[in-house]
């Protein structure tokens, strides 16, 4: 209940700030980055099976993931996993999931 009552306070203080700098709810972000850990947050970098090497992407710059995210999404760049990834993302998921990342450390 308090929840929804912070989410309304939070979408009316949106609404009544029309001039808002882009940048994302780290919270959220933390929330729906839970999946990105399962490649990401591995140790030593590495997917297990097929092998290949996944890059680190916590504590990257929000301006370097919401290009890299955006890019994957366009098909601008390629790489069927985060195309796949990337597609199920919004632009605010995007500014989100960027915010929380450049706030970690290099464990992600
Ligand atoms: C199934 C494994 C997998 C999952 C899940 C995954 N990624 Fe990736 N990610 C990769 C791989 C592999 C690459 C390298 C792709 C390439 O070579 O362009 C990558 C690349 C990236 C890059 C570019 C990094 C760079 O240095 O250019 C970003 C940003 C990124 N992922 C974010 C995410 C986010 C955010 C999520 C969750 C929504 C996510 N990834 C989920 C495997 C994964």
Do not use: W
Request: aromatic share 6%.
């Amino acid at each position: 209940m308090i929840k929804k009552l912070l989410t309304v306070a939070a979408l009316c203080g949106a609404m009544a700030a029309p001039v808002m700098a882009e940048r994302g709810d780290p919270e959220h972000g933390r929330i729906i980055a839970f999946t990105c850990a399962g490649c990401h947050g591995i140790p030593f970098h590495q997917n297990v099976y097929p092998t290949y090497s996944v890059p680190r992407i916590g504590g990257q710059s929000e301006g370097y993931i919401v290009t890299a995210l955006r890019a994957y999404r366009s098909g601008e760049r390629r790489h069927p996993t985060m195309q796949a990834q990337g597609n199920t993302l919004s632009d605010q998921d995007i500014l989100d999931i960027a915010a929380y990342l450049s706030e970690l450390g290099d464990s992600q």
